[in-house]
């Protein structure tokens, strides 16, 4: 390999990690030791977060991990040149051949020889993105690649499909929470008699076995309005019941699973939960309030760091402000759809911070002497990061200011406590009688 190129690949995976801790700091990271492997692979994810998403599994693999893409980003001749060297495939879909017969055979055989070779490859096998929380359904292109390399092989062979399920409480917020799961591998030489009988029911079958896969290692609602309950039912219980990361995962899931079964058994029942539940959510919206501040007032330690704090966030904000905000200028100006959203400030924000940083600190060199520079640089990432922890106290403080002065309190804690009693008997491994 290239070292230039596997340098700089190296250099800009530590800065997707750094923005991906940034952008979404309640992470929650699940078996990544499956991922630990070095030998040929498919490394395969839901689609929730556009450009996002390949970003978020690959810079979890230790090898460097090359991309099956869509034909269309490579039609300009300065992009055909950027994803052909670094690391891209094109794979045609429907859209981009312009009503042409789609013609993928030398993008298969092309991926077939790479994995075959002790390469990893991304692929998103729903074959496009949508910011639900929900795993759609797997295209078999995935399963015919990985199931051709083997088959290549005799089935002899290691190579192994790399699942991993992500979910993302709000793709585009800042500073929501998200999850990656990886689950253990898909070994393809266990599919070698059912591909022997016949390859087409051996790639479906791999295809749903999948996406069965990434679905148990991803939250998978039905469609907006069980996502909006599940999305409430986990608030109140983190805010309720807090447990860590990954046995909130579990609890979630087991969560949506257990309500699905009370609305088939109970749907009246089930249905004047979801009253009530968007009844509560308007009243919080309408009170401009958040479900932690009806829980009880921020601790003393949010108000002290919400007051003391105040200075080193001023000179944090001020000092971040244009790697910032520019990002955020970017997405509001071009009236992007919404689900690029955090890609684009994220990728732009992988340009501006480290340029307005080195711009900043060879001004302080400049009007006060490189002794400054140094201290000054250390201080901009760090001073950024305790303003943003800043903003979050203050938000809590507001919140709780804004409960006690709204005069709902008493009633949206009335409406909280009813809600709570019929959503806790759901979150455990037995659904209880509600």
């Known amino acids: 390999m290239n070292p230039i190129k596997y340098l700089i690949y190296q250099f800009l995976k530590l800065l997707t990690k750094i923005s991906f801790r940034v952008y979404y700091p309640a992470a929650t990271r699940i078996g990544l030791q499956h991922l630990r492997y070095r030998g040929g692979s498919i ?35 300065f992009t055909n040149w950027f994803f052909n060297t670094f690391y891209c ?16 055979k030398g993008a298969f055989a092309k991926s077939q020889r790479f994995i075959s070779e002790g390469g990893c490859l991304y692929i998103a096998p729903e074959g496009g993105s949508d910011m639900e929380r929900r795993v759609r359904a797997f295209k078999t292109g995935t399963a015919r690649i990985a199931l051709g390399a083997a088959a290549n092989a005799g089935f002899d062979t290691e190579l192994r499909i790399l699942p991993v399920g992500l979910t993302y409480d709000s793709a585009p917020s800042f500073r929501s929470r998200m999850t990656v799961h990886a689950a253990p591998p898909i070994l393809l030489r266990d599919y070698k008699s059912l591909y022997e009988e016949s390859p087409k029911t051996a790639a479906k079958q791999l295809t749903e076995d999948l996406e069965q896969a990434v679905r148990d290692c991803a939250i998978d609602t039905r469609g907006p309005e069980e996502n909006a309950l599940a999305l409430l039912a986990e608030e109140m219980l983190r805010n309720s019941h807090p447990l860590d990361g990954e046995a909130h995962f579990y609890r979630a899931k087991q969560w949506i699973a257990n309500f699905r079964a009370w609305e088939a058994q109970a749907p009246k029942a089930a249905a004047a ?41 001023l000179y944090g904000a001020l000092n971040n402000f244009f790697p910032a905000y520019l990002p955020k200028l970017a997405t509001d100006k071009a009236n992007l759809y919404i689900g690029y959203t955090a890609t ?58 804004r409960l006690k002065h709204s005069g709902q309190a008493s009633a949206l804690k009335t409406q909280r406590q009813a809600l709570l009693e019929a959503i806790l008997p759901l979150a455990h491994q037995q659904q209880a009688t509600v």
Not at 51 to 75: E, G, I, M, T, Y
Not at 89 to 104: F, L, S, W, Y
Not at 282 to 295: C, I, N, P, S
Not at 369 to 395: D, I, R
């Open 43 to 77: 490394l395969v994810s839901n689609h929730p977060n556009t450009l996002l998403d390949p970003l978020n599994a690959a810079c979890r693999v230790p090898k460097v991990v090359h991309f099956l893409a869509n034909a269309s980003l490579f039609q300009t001749p």
């Open 344 to 401: 684009v400030r994220v990728l732009a924000g992988l340009l501006t911070f480290p340029l307005f940083y080195a711009l900043q600190a060879w001004a302080v060199a400049a009007l006060g002497g490189s002794t400054w520079a140094l201290p000054y640089l250390v201080s901009l990432p760090l001073s950024g990061w305790a303003a943003l922890g800043w903003h979050q106290a203050f938000l809590e403080v507001q919140a709780a200011r």
């Open 89 to 104: 495939i094109p794979v045609e879909r429907p859209q981009d051949t312009k009503g042409k017969p789609i013609n993928n």
């Open 273 to 313: 939960f979801a009253v009530a539940a968007e009844a509560y959510r308007q009243a919080l919206k309408e009170a401009r309030t958040t479900d932690q501040a009806v829980v009880g007032p921020p601790a003393a330690l949010k108000w002290g760091k919400a007051i003391l704090g105040a200075p080193l966030a």
